[in-house]
């Protein structure tokens, strides 16, 4: 299976500042159709999760532009620009390209 | 407008068998597959298993033994099946369409006696 390693597992961030999240995949996330299935979701305090980005930098329906993904193979990257108050939650990121899916463990993200 | 709800038991006592349903509406299980993941309290996310649209499966290797997962095209309804529940299986489950665009508000399950 494809061991997913997200960090940080946390991160205490002031309103406006601006974060990065990293995600490594023990194998290349390239899929046999030359697509990168790389997600990037977010879970709001007693919420399902909500798909921020996927196929690794394409933003999803309705989601602010100061989310940003990067990367390629096994190396990604999720930027946001100006945090705001209802950005605070959860992060994961989750591989979709080799099954079973795998997610990485999260990163949590808390205001100072 | 795309929607998924998981129904099931709250309750599942120890060495028996846990039954869901995702049912949803404004997409075919036909044209998209259907996805079961769950979280256990205040941990990470764990994908189970698919239901392609095809109509053949996967699951997480970790759970193949214990999963079952199948559908009803005609009622929208994916179904998930596991036996031998232990306590470690206390968890909310959520389905999800590929691409894990849309999401179930999820079931919360408690394996206890």
């Known amino acids: 299976d494809v061991v997913m390693t997200q960090t940080p597992p946390s991160l205490s961030v002031a309103i406006g500042q601006s974060v990065s999240i990293s995600c490594k995949s023990s194998?290349?996330?390239?899929?046999?159709?030359?697509?990168?299935?790389l997600n990037w979701l977010l879970q709001n305090p007693g919420q399902s999760p909500k798909r921020l980005i996927y196929?690794?930098?394409n933003l999803g329906s309705g989601v602010p532009d100061r989310f940003s993904g990067t990367g390629s193979e096994k190396d990604f990257t999720l930027k946001i620009s100006r945090v705001e108050a209802e950005d605070l939650g959860v992060y994961h990121c989750?591989?979709?390209?080799?099954?079973?899916?795998?997610f990485g463990a999260g990163t949590k993200l808390e205001l100072k | 407008e795309v929607q998924l709800k998981e129904s099931g038991p709250g309750l599942v006592q120890p060495s028996q068998t846990l039954s869901l349903t995702c049912t949803v509406s404004g997409f075919s299980l036909t044209d998209y597959s259907v996805h079961w993941v769950r979280q256990p309290p205040g941990k990470g996310l764990e994908w189970m298993g698919v239901m392609w649209s095809g109509g053949s499966t996967a699951y997480n290797s970790a759970l193949k033994s214990r999963l079952s997962i199948s559908r009803d095209t005609s009622k929208s309804q994916v179904f998930l099946k596991m036996n031998s529940l232990q306590t470690e299986d206390t968890a909310i489950y959520y389905c999800t369409r590929p691409g894990f665009d849309y999401w179930g508000q999820g079931v919360m399950v408690t394996v206890s006696s």
């Open positions: 194998q290349s996330l390239v899929h046999s159709d030359g697509k990168t299935y």
């Open positions: 196929q690794v930098s």
């Open positions: 989750v591989q979709a390209t080799h099954v079973p899916y795998t």
